[in-house]
């Protein structure tokens, strides 16, 4: 096994991001940060990579949250410094213009939650498990975990988790929207995989615009919200691949799309 704390894959058009520190159930301490950001950063420039699939080494976990030994003795400074690395990995992703699967194999806890939260297509295996555990280490869901999970499930459920730091399982987080699919265990990286090629034969110019529509959307009124999601539509004319999209179907072909 590599002892490298992220492991890049690149499967055709697709790169897969393993958190590699399974010992630690891929908690996030600050190389694995580091190395996050560094590699949404790079994909982020590559025309070669059209979607991103993210997951964790080994059978037992996504990632069971920030990691608790690192953090235990720092100070409020500290805790600022690693909050910051934190948003800057999930303004990363946020940001990429390609679309991030999160292939959830296990404990998604804290911080590793808030990393799947900010992901655009969650996909859980059978027997995952989600949680925020942090009110039982005396601190809190700080890295969004308490805001975007309100706004994804409402405040009712939102509060419960974290208040009460419980579990739920795939099941359940399937049945709240959290996650969009569920896949037995053994099926999720070939699951995940698919669908990121799928994800990957589609125009980029029409996914990057999608996700900016979103993200923009979450954060403005309605009437703002319509107007950045009819621009980003009028955008769309701007590219080629437009073009080659409706010719395709048109012409009862398969698209060819190149994101120009
Ligand atoms: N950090 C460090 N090590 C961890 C870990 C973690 N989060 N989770 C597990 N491990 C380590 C365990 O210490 C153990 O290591 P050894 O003792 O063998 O050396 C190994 O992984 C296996 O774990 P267990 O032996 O505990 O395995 P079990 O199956 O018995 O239990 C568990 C699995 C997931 C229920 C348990 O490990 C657990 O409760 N883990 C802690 C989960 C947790 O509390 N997560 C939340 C951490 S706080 C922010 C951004 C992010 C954050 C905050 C702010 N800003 C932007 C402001 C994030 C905060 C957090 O995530």
């Given at each position: 096994m590599s002892d490298e704390v992220l492991i890049s894959e690149r499967i055709g058009a697709v790169e897969r991001l393993t958190i590699n520190r399974p010992a630690a159930l891929n908690a996030l301490n600050a190389s694995v940060l580091a190395a996050l950001k560094a590699a949404f950063e790079r994909i982020a420039r590559d025309d070669a990579i059209r979607a991103i699939v993210l997951t964790g080494a080994g059978e037992k976990s996504f990632v069971a949250g920030a990691d608790i030994k690192e953090m235990a003795t720092i100070g409020p400074l500290e805790a600022e410094a690693l909050a910051r690395s934190a948003k800057r990995v999930h303004d990363a992703i946020i940001h990429c213009p390609k679309p991030v699967i999160a292939a959830i194999n296990g404990f998604a806890l804290g911080g590793g939650f808030e990393l799947a939260l900010v992901c655009d297509i969650r996909i859980a295996a059978d027997d995952a498990r989600f949680g925020l555990p942090e009110v039982k280490l005396a601190v809190l869901p700080g890295g969004g975990g308490i805001m975007r999970l309100s706004r994804l499930v409402g405040p009712s459920v939102a509060r419960a988790l974290c208040l009460t730091g419980d579990m739920i399982s795939a099941e359940r987080a399937f049945q709240l929207g959290i996650v969009s699919e569920l896949v037995a265990h053994d099926k999720l990286d070939e699951h995940a995989l698919k669908k990121a090629e799928a994800l990957a034969a589609l125009s980029p110019v029409a996914l990057a615009q999608i996700k900016s529509a979103l993200e923009i959307g979450a954060n403005a009124d309605l009437e703002s919200a319509l107007a950045a999601e009819a621009k980003a539509f009028a955008l769309?004319?701007?590219?080629?691949d437009q073009k080659e999209g409706m010719a395709a179907f048109i012409e009862k072909r398969p698209a060819r799309f190149t994101g120009r």
């Open positions: 769309c004319f701007a590219a080629a």
